[in-house]
């Protein structure tokens, strides 16, 4: 590097003591060593402060690159364990699913049974009531007979003849 900032200071002497045709000036060298002076000083005093603002600033960028990729490296594991939570979830419901379909099924079953028992208590509760009426139809079509016949004093009928009355009335 410093072998470039003297190219770059040497080279505009080279090309304007180059010219013959301008007078004789020898004051080019007092300017040169003037000029030079200037740069070291200038060198020594800013080198320093340009090399620290750039070595900051060098370490700031990475300092924030680095903060950027943990922050990236965090991103990616919250994503990874919120796709994890996501596929647990997933099957968690189908579970929930398969067993709510399950229960469905099963209850299905006890309410056909039941239904199917209610049903049958049904048939065989109208069957006895109408056992029972007709039980009762019949005692009433007896008592009414036999109402009618012991209504009449002068009626003589033996134990056959009312017995055949009883059951064409009954029949």
């Known amino acids: 590097m410093k072998t470039k900032i003297l190219f770059v200071l040497f080279v505009p002497i080279f090309l304007f003591s180059a010219t013959s045709d301008a007078p004789k000036d020898y004051d080019i060298v007092?300017?040169?060593i003037n000029f030079i002076?200037?740069?070291?000083?200038?060198?020594?005093?800013?080198?320093?402060?340009?090399?620290?603002?750039f070595i900051n600033r060098s370490?700031?960028?990475a300092k924030r690159l680095e903060a950027i990729s943990e922050k990236l490296k965090d991103s990616k594991n919250k994503k990874e364990a919120a796709i994890k939570r996501v596929d647990e979830a997933n099957v968690l419901a189908k579970d929930i699913i398969n067993t709510a379909h399950k229960e469905a099924e099963n209850l299905k079953k006890g309410v056909e049974k039941d239904l199917s028992q209610d049903i049958a208590n049904l048939i065989k509760n109208y069957d006895n009531q109408k056992e029972f009426e007709k039980r009762k139809m019949t005692k009433e079509a007896v008592c009414k007979v036999l109402d009618e016949i012991f209504a009449?004093?002068?009626l003589k009928l033996d134990q056959s003849d009312l017995v055949d009355i009883v059951l064409k009335k009954v029949g």
């Open 59 to 61: 370490n700031g960028i």
């Open 37 to 53: 002076i200037f740069a070291a000083i200038l060198y020594y005093l800013i080198a320093q402060p340009l090399k620290n603002f």
């Open 152 to 154: 009449e004093k002068n």
């Open 30 to 32: 007092p300017r040169t």
